[in-house]
């Protein structure tokens, strides 16, 4: 079966088309609904392949009882035989008359990040010799990832504002045919950027006297209609640097969501932009200051917390054995609490739990003059219930369901009764 003629390849500004269906399958049927696959014999939708996403759209046609059919066009890929496949919820016959629209809005977006992605990599080659190895276009981002070993802010502002000076220009797009044979003495001249591994007829994107590359992709054709593009950000990946950008109206709900969010800012410092770096240093500042304040002030809870329940549990047979139990104490505080009463306090065994939800946090420690492993004792407690924990000689903890936590502390006093004793 002869492969669908690709409208896209000469024309991606072609809204409409008509087609007839030569192929359909069943691609998977979940809850008794089936996922269709329609070949049509000529396509405009560009189906996921190099980093740009699919086309959706409409199939129209007309059933056996003459009514309309409007079909959404869900996905497109292409198999490796070169067939374009059409997802759609409702089966046509081979031969039936469609008339295809394309999601234009959608298919622009596609166009302007795919040619902004064009002009960004040749800057990125052209002036810093940073290869584009990868590209993705994403529902609100784009990327492309470089092969180099460093991309500084200086660098970015200068490709980004070469760009849009291209890109105001208004420069032709071209779309031009060349054999393997010419493509690859262009290549061997440096004047195309790479090619693929194919043999046949390739494809080539030229934007005049800046780029040509190979490339099944649609784009505009002119780089005014990318109408901009904004760099957004920059972050070290395995191969190099992935770099964020966005182009034409993309880029304008950017700004605007930016100013937004921005505006919010000032609101709720009461500050002005210009004054917002300062704002949220202080802050920080601030931030900081209180995190120690908190901590010095849970230490000294924790220390006349501790002072009180030495007080309370005497020692008896040679150990004071304090257990308690919380419900939705920070675990933190009570391991605190742990470590700062068996400090304070000779012959002590700390026995303390915090529940929260389901689960149970138990902390097992003692004081130095007593002599048994902390993490080995809490290990085997738990063992027998399936669980995993541990710790050092002084301090150990883990975690248990709620229902099973007084067995657990029960085998831990039962234990320490029996094996404890003092090092002096």
Not at 267 to 291: H, M, T, W
Request: glycine letters at 8%.
């Amino acid at each position: 079966m002869p492969v669908s003629e690709r409208l896209y390849y000469s024309d991606p500004f072609l809204k409409s088309f008509s087609a007839v269906v030569t192929d359909v399958r069943e691609r998977s049927r979940q809850e008794g609904e089936s996922l269709w696959q329609v070949a049509l014999d000529r396509t405009a939708f560009y189906p996921t392949s190099g980093g740009q996403p699919f086309d959706t759209g409409t199939l129209r046609a007309t059933s056996r009882g003459g009514s309309g059919l409007d079909i959404p066009v869900e996905g497109v890929e292409e198999d490796e035989a070169g067939e374009v496949w059409h997802y759609v919820r409702k089966p046509l016959s081979a031969g039936t008359q469609v008339e295809a629209e394309i999601d234009w809005e959608r298919r622009f977006d596609h166009m302007q990040q795919h040619t902004g992605q064009h002009l960004l990599s040749a800057l990125f080659l052209a002036k810093h010799n940073a290869a584009t190895v990868s590209f993705h276009l994403g529902d609100t981002l784009s990327t492309i990832d470089l092969a180099t070993a460093s991309v500084t802010p200086r660098v970015l502002e200068e490709v980004e504002r070469a760009a849009n000076q291209i890109i105001g220009e208004d420069r032709p797009v071209g779309i031009h045919y060349a054999s393997r044979a010419e493509a690859e003495a262009m290549l061997a001249a440096g004047v195309l950027r790479k090619l693929p591994d194919r043999e046949g007829e390739i494809r080539l994107i030229e934007i005049a006297d800046c780029d040509r590359n190979a490339c099944g992709g649609t784009h505009v054709r002119s780089t005014g209609q990318i109408g901009g593009l904004l760099v957004r950000g920059v972050e070290k990946v395995s191969r190099g640097y992935r770099v964020e950008f966005v182009c034409g109206l993309r880029a304008v709900k950017t700004a605007r969501a930016d100013a937004a969010t921005l505006a919010q800012l000032t609101a709720s410092l009461s500050a002005g932009a210009p004054d917002l770096p300062a704002a949220v240093e202080r802050l920080k500042a601030e931030a900081r200051g209180g995190a120690k304040e908190r901590q010095r002030l849970r230490e000294e809870l924790a220390d006349y917390h501790a002072s009180r329940l030495a007080v309370e549990v005497p020692i008896d047979k040679g150990v004071r054995l304090v257990d308690r139990a919380w419900k939705d104490r920070d675990p933190d505080y009570v391991r605190l609490l742990a470590s700062r009463l068996t400090a304070a306090v000779p012959e002590t065994v700390a026995i303390l739990s915090s529940e929260s939800g389901a689960t149970v946090r138990v902390i097992l420690a003692r004081s130095l003059d007593l002599d048994f492993d902390c993490g080995k004792m809490l290990k085997e407690a738990l063992a027998q219930f399936g669980l995993r924990g541990g710790g050092s000689q002084d301090l150990a903890q883990g975690d248990i369901a709620t229902q099973d936590a007084p067995a657990l502390r029960a085998a831990l006093v039962s234990t320490i009764r029996a094996n404890t004793h003092s090092r002096r």
